[in-house]
């Protein structure tokens, strides 16, 4: 069966310090990962695509298919990163719906 | 563009009351999906649909109805309201979730709490 998986309900840095958020798939198919970002009371919104291959915010991932990972990375974390993150797998066959993972807090601390 | 919006933005029911959540989007996009968030769950798929007159169910669709009568509006329904729906609902919507670049876009949410 499906499923996103995101070890870390919350992880907590201080500003300047690199950062690593989690997330691990499970999956029969060619997968199509995504990490979407909720700033505080605001809507989620994409962040980065693993297919676009590009940095946002200084943010990347890479998609690990051997260890069926997408860990989202940051060289040098900032207070404004500090959000709800969430990594989804698209379903392709299925409206192109989203699986979540549990979402992990980032706390960026000054 | 207002993109996706959503209506109301806070509501409190008693247990068995029935309400109704609006998504509307402005974007001429094909698919739409209800989701949920709970805490320490991320966001669960309710319903979705593909296209104007079409829905289907999701991850978690017991208890609640959908309709999708004009392609820019998707309705939630909760028919008789139990506190296991208190949570915050998500619209989104996209282009065409058969292409690698689509994106889903979502509504600010619907927070919903049920006594």
């Known amino acids: 069966a499906q499923r996103v998986t995101q070890p870390e309900k919350l992880l907590s840095v201080f500003k300047g310090a690199p950062v690593e958020l989690k997330c691990n798939y499970s999956y029969s198919g060619s997968p199509e990962l995504f990490w979407y970002v909720q700033y505080s009371r605001q809507r989620l919104q994409l962040l980065l695509r693993h297919i676009s291959r590009e940095s946002i915010k200084g943010f990347t991932a890479d998609l690990n298919k051997g260890e069926t990972s997408f860990h989202l990375k940051k060289p040098f974390a900032q207070e404004e990163d500090s959000a709800m993150y969430y990594c989804a797998l698209k379903l392709h066959n299925q409206g192109g719906k989203l699986i979540f993972g549990q979402g992990t807090e980032l706390s960026v601390k000054p | 563009n207002a993109g996706v919006t959503q209506t109301p933005k806070f509501r409190v029911l008693k247990t068995g009351q029935s309400m109704t959540l609006l998504c509307a989007q402005d974007m001429n996009h094909e698919y739409m999906y209800w989701y949920r968030q709970d805490p320490g769950m991320g966001l669960r798929l309710i319903h979705y649909s593909v296209g104007e007159g079409t829905t289907a169910k999701g991850e978690v669709p017991d208890g609640y109805n959908v309709s999708r009568l004009k392609k820019q509006n998707f309705l939630l329904g909760l028919e008789s309201a139990a506190p296991s729906q208190t949570s915050v609902y998500f619209c989104?919507?996209?282009?065409?979730?058969?292409?690698?670049?689509?994106?889903?876009?979502f509504g600010p949410g619907t927070r919903l709490t049920v006594l």
């Open positions: 989104a919507s996209s282009y065409d979730a058969g292409v690698s670049t689509d994106t889903q876009y």
